[in-house]
């Protein structure tokens, strides 16, 4: 089985071709185009230049993801697109694309679940049953969630306001780092004191697995104004103690997450991360030591699988196709699509 994927859901113009090889997928080809340059001046993602530069790229980069993998449309299977949640100018040209693709060549056509893509891109790398308990952490959203079969996710918990990617890129912000933030922090971090900044651990001995990240953003900004004009010491240090704060917090939320996991799955045996966050080298540590302590195996996509790309969107596609679901072309992209449909917006798992 062959799946062609397209992504295009926020600022990551993305193509790609992936097989399947039984316990796990083949990357055939995996492109992406980043808008990096053109959302930079603004210090986030403007929408409407965000699908205009989608509607500019997406058609030569499906034919070179094509031509990479030495493949002809007729020799694929289906055209996965990403349908949300996102931004919907881009969700809409990602769409488009696809099923027209899908259609003039009369293949399956799949409409993803950007979430569920990053939820089953460690199945792309690695044979691994369900269940695992999932930290999925990017731009957008920042949950936990275990992940009992395609389809099948519980949330146990959520970010009740800005996302781990968000602290990152709004806290590198008001540092002057530059978009995207995590990975500007990362750099600033090396070499840099993670103890001379004292920041707040939001929810910090909860009985819940949600986080908060709002807080952090407003100590950093005091920081900021306090300290007064910034050396490179200080901006290390400060993008250390931010790193931290981050990767601390989530670890312990994550923790927590681990004993209802076990609770309910004592069949379970990894901790799985990613979205953008999990591409973060100290919390891989972080989260590989908890693992270990708690006797599960830590898994995470290769970094560049973490980030928004397309071989997720066909992996979770060709797993979909797998399992006999196919979409109708007259699917509507959606701006918003939970996960765990069915289930309240926020559900706060508490422990017994
Ligand atoms: O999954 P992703 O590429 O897009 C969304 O679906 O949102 O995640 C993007 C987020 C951004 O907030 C970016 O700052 C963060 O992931 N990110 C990182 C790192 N690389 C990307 N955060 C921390 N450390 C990194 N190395
Ligand atoms: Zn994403």
């Not at 062959?2 to 926020?10: A, D, Q, R």
Request: glycine letters at 12%; charged letters at 25%; one cysteine or more.
């Amino acid at each position: 089985m062959i799946v062609l994927g397209i992504e295009t859901s926020c600022d990551e113009t993305a193509a790609a071709i992936v097989a399947d090889e039984g316990s796990r997928g083949r990357i055939l080809s995996n492109l992406v185009l980043a808008q990096l340059d053109l959302h930079r001046p603004y210090g986030g993602v403007v929408p409407e230049i965000a699908a205009r530069a989608h509607l500019g790229g997406l058609d030569r980069l499906i034919a070179q993801a094509l031509r990479e993998a030495r493949l002809s449309l007729a020799e694929i299977d289906a055209v996965a697109a990403a349908a949300g949640p996102g931004l919907i100018g881009g969700l809409v040209v990602g769409t488009t694309m696809g099923k027209a693709l899908a259609w003039a060549a009369g293949k399956a056509f799949l409409a993803v679940n950007h979430l569920e893509a990053h939820a089953l891109s460690v199945r792309l790398c690695a044979a691994l049953d369900f269940p695992y308990l999932l930290l999925l952490v990017s731009g957008g959203h920042s949950q936990l969630l275990i992940c009992a079969g395609v389809g099948r996710y519980t949330r146990l918990g959520t970010t009740l306001d800005d996302a781990a990617g968000e602290a990152f890129d709004k806290t590198a912000k008001l540092l002057g780092l530059g978009y995207p933030g995590g990975p500007a922090i990362e750099r600033a971090a090396r070499g840099g004191d993670p103890r001379r900044f004292p920041l707040p651990r939001p929810m910090r001995g909860r009985p819940c697995c949600d986080f908060s990240f709002s807080g952090l953003k407003t100590a950093v900004r005091e920081v900021v104004g306090k300290v007064g004009p910034f050396g490179a010491r200080e901006e290390a240090d400060l993008a250390a103690s931010i790193e931290l704060a981050i990767c601390e917090t989530l670890a312990e939320r994550t923790e927590r997450a681990i004993r209802l996991f076990r609770r309910r799955h004592p069949e379970g045996r990894a901790l799985v991360a990613c979205g953008g966050v999990a591409a973060n080298g100290s919390l891989r540590l972080r989260l590989s030591a908890l693992a270990l302590h708690s006797g599960l195996e830590f898994l995470a996509p290769a970094p560049d699988l973490c980030t928004d790309n397309a071989a997720m969107i066909a992996w979770a596609g060709l797993e979909r196709l797998r399992l006999g679901f196919v979409d109708a072309l007259d699917i509507a992209p959606r701006p918003r699509w939970p996960l765990d449909e069915g289930l309240p917006e926020r559900r706060h798992e508490v422990e017994a």
